[in-house]
């Protein structure tokens, strides 16, 4: 080993605005009145986008999507459903489950200016398709607005699990509560994908067009059994997924 080894490495200063922003950004991040302009920020790019990005040619028709008052379980893949919330119609509230950690608090705030109507809880554990309590006290909330002849939504895949993978949640749901499941997709033609994040997390982008795909209803028996249930699970996971390859192939297509 040499000398040149065997020195010690220099010791890297922070620059003052470095070691100012390691104070401030915790504090920020619990700031109920930064998270409240961030939460705003955030809904108005989503809807600028919307705004700016054309309804590619052979989509579905958008009126349909995310009506309050069809009645329906709307469901999207995690890291797809960024743009969602902008189409919810307006003057609506949309019971969706949001998961109760605190990444998702900020998603929950700018969904609530957009329409949403967050419900906390979350569809399974990781890598598994089992419903956690939290999970449960989300879905008889939602439930009882199913009951009431509203629409909810949820995403389909568990969080930190397996993408584009069907979580048990939802199955449920549409089971104990007797309404059908309408998956959803959104694409925009611009758009940056961040490939390190578990669940290819897409940003849509202004100036291009939506490509908007669903899939056919997916009513789960009230006497499902659990091996039917399963069933439903891998049913909705390959409906969604090929609803999702069409909408990307709608906003992909430039003829």
Not at 34 to 63: C, E, H, M, Q, W
Not at 87 to 95: A, S
Not at 231 to 253: E, G, I
Request: with cysteine; glycine share 8%; charged share 25%.
């Amino acid at each position: 080993m040499s000398a040149e080894d065997e020195a010690p490495q220099p010791v890297r200063k922070r620059s003052p605005i470095g070691r100012l922003w390691r104070k401030i950004r915790k504090p920020l991040a619990q700031s109920t009145m930064v998270k409240n302009l961030l939460a705003s920020a955030i809904a108005s790019g989503l809807r600028f986008v919307k705004a700016t990005n054309r309804i590619a040619p052979g989509s579905d028709p958008v009126d349909s999507f995310l009506d309050v008052r069809s009645n329906n379980i709307y469901v999207l893949w995690h890291g797809q459903h960024l743009l969602a919330p902008a189409f919810v119609p307006k003057g609506q509230r949309l019971p969706t489950m949001f998961s109760r950690s605190a990444d998702a608090e900020l998603n929950a705030l700018a969904a609530s200016r957009l329409g949403l109507e967050p419900v906390r809880g979350s569809g399974g554990r990781d890598g598994k398709h089992s419903i956690e309590k939290g999970g449960a006290r989300a879905l008889i909330a939602l439930k009882k607005a199913l009951d009431q002849g509203k629409s909810v939504c949820m995403i389909a895949d568990i969080p930190h699990g397996t993408p584009r993978e069907a979580g048990l949640g939802v199955i449920t749901l549409s089971r104990i509560s007797g309404r059908p499941i309408v998956g959803v997709a959104f694409a925009t033609s611009r758009r940056k994908v961040l490939e390190k994040s578990w669940d290819k997390t897409t940003i849509n982008l202004p100036f291009g067009r939506c490509g908007i795909a669903s899939t056919e209803e997916i009513q789960v028996p009230a006497g499902a059994s659990e091996a039917e249930m399963e069933d439903y699970r891998r049913r909705l996971t390959d409906a969604l997924n090929a609803a999702t390859k069409r909408a990307y192939s709608l906003a992909d297509d430039r003829t």
